[in-house]
């Protein structure tokens, strides 16, 4: 086989003061011999590499470059053997390497390989070729794996009361519980301790709940919350979820390498495999990689350039990224495969937003914008509609005006509409499926709220500006037309509740120092919220309904976070949620039935509860009265024999005196007598 | 008529309650905690804190005796060598005292023989205040783990637990009606970082037995930190961090209130 024996260069001397020098060189001379090189089993170094280009004489210098830069990678090549028939190379080679560790590394990182459009390589170790060809004739049949039963992954849709869950993170982190939301008080549907080292967060349609260790992140779900799978990624701070629940891309700041891309990884939920690793500088924007709303694409931006990823291949969109010169920020519209991304002035060439269809990559509309400083991407939430926010210093003037170009994406050729503001914006949102939008703008204490509405025709009518407002945020209740007006941390948790059909304010109220506004996905309720990361007292959740009337206050121990579990999307068709909003009175009426009747339950369950502890409470003060009474001649020889047991036990003791003090005057002539 | 009085200062002080002259004084080693009557008023006891390298004592005098007095010289030391005591109170017929911890543990010594009689883990912080039930069967704990408990004297039993989401620095139990009322707050020092509002500290009070709370009375623009019942019950008087003692009478509805059973 060639192993040298390493024993036989070792004398033995039994001299005693040359044995010890002779001892030392020989243990020398082992650790030498040790690195003595070994021969190479010579077919454990081989690799087979198929769908080779089959080149002629000209081209196989070049041919035999490419392969090399390829390949060399992997070890030293120290024979190379390119097969020909009537004057072309057959279009498989072998590559012998220095060791055999080499030739794995060749096949695990070159198999697979995309050399261009028509060849992939196929790399295989010689000695499988051996294997494979060997392999018996009798079938046996592989060992079947337990299937893991995770049961209804849906469960908690199917809650008979349309109960919407929330996770609720407190004990500064260490507890974990999972709620479902009743208009009287929160039941708790799971909870654990130590259940996630830092927070939480949901897939978004709800399956799974993401917890992160320092090994890595863990997906739970199912009735029970039973652990789905595990992606190991040390010191992962950071995920996010495919649109499709298909892929979660998990960030550390520790496990990089120049070789072995680890810093952001992208895996495989069903499978538990990881699909593919990136480098990641910072991640100051997460999520650095942004999906389509299909899940079909996803992609991120780097200094000039703009790189698509297909899946699941997880290979480069037309195995090239864009050249973007200058772009500055993208996003992808939430309804189709657009993206929208903008570059900023270049010399004499205005600043851009432009929007690209995918895969075409084709350009559907091009705005340009003059003497801007600043934009923002805002999309409506089914795509309909995409607001770019332009902070531009118009010519001749110092300040900044904000200005929101309207694109209206639904239309032939995108038309774009301008919205011109006087003053400073603290925020902008869109209606969730509507085509209005509200922003925030002016400076504190003169703080506006405009509404706006987006008309077919084209027109952007304001419909309603509330002045003075408290407000440095907006929360669009998930189905439309409802939001609150909050004005978190700073402001002190004033809430604003607004129906945009009108706009009117429905309710005005205020959670002291409110750090968090979350609706429920179905938008009945609204939980403020004061988080202990941000406020160390009074951590509590509130819940609201959507009109602004506050149903409970929730204290937890040091509570962190809330938040609600996303719903799937509705199987319902639209005739069918025609017909259901059609035969709402018949609905309501059921429901009004049962609520009144878990109205009266509750209360008679809470009866029931203190009559029984009013109950245990008098018993035991009886036997403690009895006790009393049986020591009480104990107490009457400690004080001396007199009886202190009741306030008017001693009356004799008691002096009373009597004493008049002047109030009123009041002089009443009797008139004649 | 006497009135005995623990101070920082470092002494304990025996007062005629009437004339308001100081009858006896008695030094310590670091701050008089709390102090007490045992029931037949012959008997004393007060904490004083671990402070300066001493330790914390539970010590006992027995006025009839002049000597120990003039000697300084308690019949009955303990020491506690862990948690400090925080407040104690007298047992029904003068035979122990329950102590409450800096830790939140209540412990009965016996003031005879000094020994522990019972314990009690029930409160996660520091006890701030124990008060006692008119008749003395009961007590209340007010803790800084944000609940006040209520004990059965004698037996060490945890009765109750009234939760607050804040601090709680005193707790009493009223004379006459099944109501506990208890004040709190933030600490001193962390005041500032919470509400500026004024009048935004206020006493609560909860049913005994349902643990339920049913009223608060606002007032106080700082953390309160006694609350007390007049031994007829028709009142109640709170102290506070903002220097203002507030003496609230109950309106008639006060005593008619009742929760749906």
């Known amino acids: 086989m060639g192993i040298v024996n390493e024993n036989t260069e070792a004398p033995v001397n039994t001299d005693q003061s040359e044995s010890d020098v002779t001892i030392i060189l020989s243990e020398l001379l082992l650790d030498i011999l040790r690195e003595k090189p070994q021969e190479a089993d010579g077919i454990d170094s081989v690799v087979v590499v198929d769908n080779v280009p089959q080149v002629g004489p000209e081209r196989l210098e070049k041919l035999k470059n490419v392969i090399h830069k390829i390949f060399s990678k992997f070890g030293k090549i120290t024979t190379e053997f390119y097969p020909e028939a009537d004057g072309m190379t057959k279009g498989y080679i072998f590559l012998e390497y220095a060791a055999p560790t080499q030739a794995l590394e060749a096949v695990k990182n070159a198999d697979g390989y995309k050399l261009d459009k028509q060849h992939t390589f196929r790399v295989n170790l010689f000695t499988d070729f051996d294997k494979y060809m060997t392999i018996s004739d009798e079938w046996e049949t592989p060992e079947k794996q337990p299937f893991k039963d995770f049961g209804n992954m849906r469960h908690w849709i199917e809650d008979p009361d349309c109960r919407d869950q929330y996770s609720v993170i407190y004990e500064a982190g260490e507890r974990t519980a999972i709620f479902s939301n009743d208009a009287k008080e929160p039941i708790t549907a799971e909870e654990r301790a130590r259940w996630t080292e830092t927070y939480v967060r949901w897939s978004p349609k709800g399956t799974y709940l993401a917890t992160f260790h320092q090994r890595g992140i863990a997906l739970w779900g199912g009735e029970k919350f039973k652990q789905i799978q595990r992606f190991s990624h040390q010191g992962v701070s950071l995920i996010d979820f495919s649109p499709c629940e298909r892929y979660v891309v998990t960030f550390s700041p520790l496990m990089d390498t120049k070789e072995d891309p680890q810093a952001i990884i992208i895996w495989d939920i069903l499978t538990g495999q990881k699909k593919r690793g990136f480098h990641c500088e910072s991640s100051a924007h997460w999520p650095i990689f942004k999906w389509s709303h299909d899940g079909k694409f996803f992609a991120r931006m780097t200094q000039d350039t703009l790189s698509i990823y297909e899946t699941p291949s997880m290979g480069l969109l037309d195995k090239k990224s864009l050249k973007i010169s200058g772009i500055k920020d993208f996003s992808w519209s939430p309804g189709d495969n657009i993206i929208a991304f903008w570059v900023p002035e270049d010399k004499d060439i205005p600043a851009r937003v432009t929007l690209m269809q995918l895969p075409s990559r084709q350009e559907i509309r091009v705005r340009n914008l003059f003497n801007v400083v600043d934009c923002k991407l805002h999309w409506q939430r089914n795509g309909d509609y995409l607001c770019v926010k332009v902070d531009r210093t118009p010519k001749g003037t110092q300040g900044v005006v904000t200005n929101f170009e309207i694109f209206r994406m639904r239309e032939k050729q995108v038309p774009v509409d301008v919205v011109e503001m006087k003053d400073s914006i603290i925020a902008f949102a869109w209606e969730p499926n509507g085509s209005k939008f509200a922003v925030l703008h002016g400076e504190s204490p003169r703080i506006n709220a405009s509404f706006y509405h987006v008309k077919n025709n084209g027109k952007i009518e304001l419909i309603k500006m509330f002045d003075k407002q408290q407000a440095n945020s907006i929360f669009w209740s998930p189905q439309g037309q409802f939001m609150v007006l909050a004005g978190l941390r700073s402001m002190n948790g004033a809430l604003a509740f607004v129906d945009t059909s009108d706009c009117t304010m429905m309710n005005i109220a205020e959670h002291y120092m409110a750090s968090d506004v979350e609706w429920d996905p179905t938008g009945r309720y609204v939980v403020t919220s004061v988080s202990w990361w941000s406020h160390k007292v009074d951590n509590a959740y509130w819940l ?3 009109q602004g009337r506050l149903l409970q206050k929730n204290n937890k121990d040091r509570f962190c976070q809330l938040l609600w579990r996303p719903r799937p999307p509705t199987l319902l068709s639209t005739d069918q949620i025609k017909m259901i909003k059609k035969d709402l009175k018949k609905y309501s009426k059921i ?20 009559r029984a502890m009013m109950e245990e409470y008098r018993r035991y003060r009886e036997t403690a009265q009895q006790i009393y009474q049986e020591q009480k001649s104990i107490r009457l020889e400690l004080r001396g024999g007199v009886d202190t047991d009741e306030l008017d036990s001693n009356v004799d003791d008691w002096e009373e005196e009597t004493i008049e003090f002047f109030i009123n005057e009041e002089i009443i002539p009797l008139g004649d007598l | 008529m006497n009135v005995l009085t623990g101070s920082a200062d470092n002494s304990c002080r025996l007062w005629d309650c009437e004339t308001g002259k100081q009858l006896a004084l008695l030094n310590t080693n670091s701050a008089v905690r709390t102090c007490g009557f045992d029931f037949s008023g012959n008997i004393i006891m007060f904490s004083t804190d671990k402070q300066m390298g001493y330790q914390c004592y539970l010590n006992f005098f027995d006025l009839r005796d002049p000597q120990q007095i003039e000697d300084n010289q308690p019949y009955l030391s303990i020491p506690c060598n862990d948690a400090k005591i925080t407040s104690a109170v007298w047992g029904p017929l003068g035979e122990f005292v329950n102590a409450g911890h800096e830790n939140g543990e209540i412990n009965q010594f016996s003031a005879k023989s000094g020994e522990i009689l019972k314990k009690a883990k029930e409160h996660s912080r520091q006890i701030n205040d124990i008060q006692t039930s008119v008749d003395l069967t009961m007590f209340i704990s007010a803790s800084k ?11 060490l039993e945890h009765i109750k637990t009234f939760k607050t989401e804040r601090p709680v620095n005193s707790a009493a139990i009223s004379p006459i009606m099944d109501h506990v009322v208890m004040g709190g707050g ?33 007032g106080h623009f700082g953390p309160i930190n006694c609350v007390a019942f007049h031994p007829d019950g028709k009142s109640y008087s709170s102290g506070g961090e903002d220097g203002y003692v507030r003496i609230h009478y109950f309106d008639p509805q006060y005593f008619d209130f009742e929760l749906e059973a």
Do not use: C, P
Not at chain 2, 145 to 155: E, H, I, Q, R, V
Not at chain 2, 191 to 216: D, N
């Open chain 1, 544 to 546: 609201w309904t959507f």
């Open chain 1, 591 to 610: 429901f009004e039935q049962k609520d009144r009747l878990s109205q009266s339950k509750a209360s008679k369950e809470l009866v029931d509860k203190r």
């Open chain 2, 145 to 155: 783990d944000n609940t006040a408990k209520l004990f059965d004297s004698t037996s």
């Open chain 2, 186 to 218: 933030q600490e001193a020092m962390e005041v500032t970082t919470t509400s500026t509002r004024i009048g935004k500290f206020e006493a609560r009070f909860f049913h005994a037995a349902y643990e339920e709370e049913f009223g608060r009375v606002k």
